[in-house]
């Protein structure tokens, strides 16, 4: 029996980064300092640097980053955030919880928020913030975008948690909005061992308030400007993402994108469809979604074979039962979104794949 071709491979990624990532536990124990502190400053830096971005702020997670990214850019309670309903519920749920009001629109054949909806419910007026989600790792784009933003005037905070290191027509996901935020949960292109997050931006105050507001609101010590929460990053987190992590990045995006161009080139069944990239993104491929019309079908076949499906996502974030007695509105028709709950399925995509695995997951894709 051939071992299962699993949909994230933490185990492998230990074998290669364990060594340093006990060298960080050593370095973050005798340091005594475990929470905010000279580690969380060097991953923010290295952060920045690596991505081109001003500022860099260390966070407990993506959904926390998301919350004090909309704060920070100025979000009031009622204020309406026009966004996609196909993503991790967080999305959702970091609108509500910054007093937001979620409106949806409908996605495009790829996925991520159509921008033709999103102008369409913009003319209509009374929308403050535009939240896209750079899904599956596809950049969303970056050019209309901001020129959505301008015609409307609406301020864009952006979902980057599936997408570090994605382009838009050469222009990297998160530098267009006034904040972006990304998540290192461990599945995510860029992991960590637990818990992290961080919110980016180029806008000093919007910076300096993240800061404050991750941290209880504190704007100096035991002084509270506004009510806070509390998402620090650990120091063992941000030293294990800076030196076991982030050095990686780079190949084994790399080699996502290489599984993802041998797998669009390879799949070939008429009961697969696989759904294009937007125009001019460079994907970071986090995901690699097919979509089947009978797909339990397929995820029973893909099992057979011992291959791990996966569904991102089963349940638009608009039929949450959390969301009963919340005010959200539904903008336009959601057939896209709802033929994606309905028949997504994620190959497994991960730089941990060999080529055998590759092959027998292009083999069960072709003889479905
Ligand atoms: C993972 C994820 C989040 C939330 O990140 P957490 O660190 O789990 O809170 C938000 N948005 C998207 C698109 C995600 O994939």
Known sequence: ???????NDLRAQWTEIGGDAARALERVGRSGWFVLGEE?????????NELGVRFAVGVGNGLDALEIGLRCAGLAPGDRVLTTPLTAFATTLAIVRAGGVPVFVDVDPC??????AAEGRLRGGGIRFLLPVHLYGHAVDLARLEGLARAHDVIVVEDCAQSILATSHGVRTGSVGAAAATSFYPTKNLGALGDGGALFTNDEAIAARARSLRDYGQTSK???GELGVNS???ELQAAILRTAMLPRLAAWTARRREIARVYRASIDNPGLVVPGVPAGSDSVAHLFPVLAARRDDFLAHLAERRIQGSVHYPHLASNQAA???????ISSSLTHAEAFAASEVSLPIHPFLSDADIARVIDACNSF
Do not use: C, K, N, S
């Not at 029996?1 to 949909?7: D, G, I, K, N, S």
């Not at 400053?41 to 290295?46: C, D, I, M, T, V």
């Open 1 to 7: 029996m051939p071992e299962t071709v699993v949909a």
């Open 40 to 48: 969380v400053l060097a991953l923010e830096a290295a952060l920045q």
């Open 111 to 116: 996925g991520v928020i159509d921008l033709d």
């Open 222 to 224: 035991y002084v509270h």
């Open 232 to 234: 620090r990053l650990d």
């Open 323 to 329: 969301l009963r007695g919340v005010p959200f509105e």
